[in-house]
């Protein structure tokens, strides 16, 4: 049942009516709007988490129909950040809002679980895919010895190439899941070379070496279980700073055979290759959300995309969803340049349950997309010179760069703040104040906040330490402030599993295999994977 709130400016919604929302199989944005660490302690199982530090800058890409039914929560009790989430989502023109009377701590009370981590979705759906598909998988001890023994194999690393730099098995290459497809074929050159698909933890190694299984590659193909963290536990060395990636020599020839073999595996899924004409349609129907997907590689979407798309990498597309898609109901129509990546991407997709198709021109397409964009408020940007005329003349620091940022070097003397919280500062409202910021935008949506609570002189400077101690100015290292319960924008959730702390990376692997016994029957069912 819904009510108003005292003020009238937000409908709520109860736990009850918000879980069969939920799966009425209709459009809903779940959005926790709490920050980043908070939603990483504890959020429910779909909620999108778009930081209310973040809500201007985001939400337009994450939920682009302004009247698509939209949920938001924050703590609950005294916490008011939903009730400003809700105001600044009205004023951006959204329409169907409603706010979780009791925040999460009612939705707990009710009996309803609440989930640890980021991209639950996404990685509860690789540890049931291991259960289904029985994908096979190699201990580190073992890989190792294979290495040792010198045998003929391949380790691809299924992360992005910046993860993979920060520590990859030795040896192994960068290939990132959405790549694979098109590339492994020149990497293991020959059919009897055994194959291993890494990453951090588990399900990108799963659903990597399920994608080439599916494919039906010749090779012998497996998961290393537990990914580079399987590998520290067993106290084998890993690599950091590696090079190695996969090289862009993919033969004309070979584009027919792996194009056939990635549609034959679309079409066992049920994955609709659609025309321009029909994603045209799509995109003008004001009923429905339609997100436009290209699953190509960054270097490639540099040099050109469709109007409006979103660049998702494929294997992040399938691993981390809720970083690109708020909206559960809506269409994802991905593409690519050759008809190989892009249709292996939606058949994992429509087994998570989305709506996914398959753009038959890529990015050869004709389409036109109306770009809507949220223009950031006017705020005045001052460089590092005006930032230190502007200390001289006595202006108020406040550094809403991220907590860990602040601890590790700031301006000495600029206090940390976070914008939800910029009501319990006390400011001298006669004295200029200037946000410390890494987007201008960012501080740009905060300054509104401050001139809200009566703060009318509000600037901006997005420098960094080095072009700040350029001009003189003293900075200064905080490891302790803010303190950890004040830094909420910082997930803390086993943070250190890959800075020596077995003990973390342990919690972290026995969370993630812990998944699926945590979801209930009707998350379970929204899964749509094979019969059989």
């Known amino acids: 049942m819904m009510h108003p709130t005292p003020d009238h400016t937000v409908a709520d919604v109860d736990t009850h009516t918000l879980k069969q929302w939920l799966h009425d199989g209709g459009e809903i944005a779940l959005l926790d709007v709490r920050e980043h660490g908070q939603y990483g302690e504890s959020h429910l199982f779909y909620a999108v988490p778009l930081p209310y530090s973040r809500l201007e800058v985001d939400v337009v890409r994450l939920a682009p129909r302004r009247d698509v039914r939209m949920a938001i929560y924050d703590e609950g009790g005294d916490d008011a950040t939903a009730l400003r989430a809700a105001r600044a989502l009205a004023a951006l023109g959204y329409t169907n809002v409603h706010r979780l009377a009791g925040g999460i701590a009612q939705w707990r009370e009710d009996g309803y679980a609440a989930f640890a981590g980021v991209n639950v979705p996404s990685k509860t759906f690789g540890e049931l895919a291991e259960e289904v598909f029985h994908t096979p998988r190699i201990g580190a001890r073992e890989l190792a010895e294979r290495q040792r023994r010198g045998d003929d194999l391949i380790v691809l690393d299924g992360r992005p190439y910046s993860e993979y730099q920060k520590m990859s098995i030795p040896g192994g290459v960068c290939c990132p899941n959405g790549e694979l497809a098109l590339r492994a074929h020149t990497l293991a050159k020959s059919p009897q070379t055994t194959i291993v698909v890494n990453c951090a933890g588990r399900t990108r190694s799963i659903i990597g070496a399920q994608t080439l299984i599916n494919l039906g590659v010749p090779n012998p193909v497996y998961a290393l279980e537990n990914g580079t963290q399987g590998w520290y536990l067993e106290d084998l060395q890993l690599e950091h700073g590696a090079l190695r990636r996969y090289g862009d020599d993919i033969a004309p020839q070979d584009l027919p055979a792996l194009a056939q073999r990635s549609a034959a595996l679309a079409e066992r899924h049920g994955v609709p290759m659609v025309s321009a004409g029909d994603v045209q349609a799509w995109l003008d129907d004001a009923a429905r959300s339609t997100f436009l997907c290209d699953v190509r590689s960054a270097e490639e979407y540099a040099q050109g995309s469709l109007p409006g798309a979103q660049h998702t990498p494929g294997g992040q597309l399938i691993q981390a969803t809720d970083q690109y898609v708020a909206v559960r ?204």
């Open 329 to 532: 109901g809506a269409r994802i129509v991905v593409f690519d340049a050759e008809g190989v990546r892009a249709p292996v991407i939606a058949s994992w997709l429509r087994q998570m349950g989305w709506d996914a198709s398959v753009l038959k021109e890529g990015v050869r397409a004709r389409l036109a997309l109306r770009v809507d964009r949220t223009p950031a408020p006017q705020i005045r940007v001052l460089d590092d010179a005006a930032l230190a005329e502007a200390m001289a003349q006595g202006a108020q620091l406040l550094d809403i760069r991220p907590g860990m940022r602040y601890r590790a070097r700031h301006i000495e003397g600029a206090r940390w703040a976070i914008r939800p919280r910029l009501d319990r500062l006390r400011l001298d409202a006669s004295r200029p104040v200037v946000l410390l910021a890494e987007d201008a935008a960012l501080a740009a949506w905060a300054a509104q906040d401050l001139k809200a609570l009566g703060v009318d002189d509000v600037s901006a400077n997005t420098g960094t330490p080095a072009g700040w101690s350029a001009q003189g100015i003293a900075l200064a290292s905080t490891p302790d402030e803010p303190a950890d319960a004040d830094c909420i924008d910082y997930l803390f959730f086993v943070h250190d599993r890959h800075d020596g702390n077995k003990a973390a990376a342990r919690q972290y692997l026995a969370w993630e295999t812990n998944l699926v016994r945590q979801i209930d029957d009707r998350e379970r069912a929204a899964y749509r994977f094979p019969a059989g």
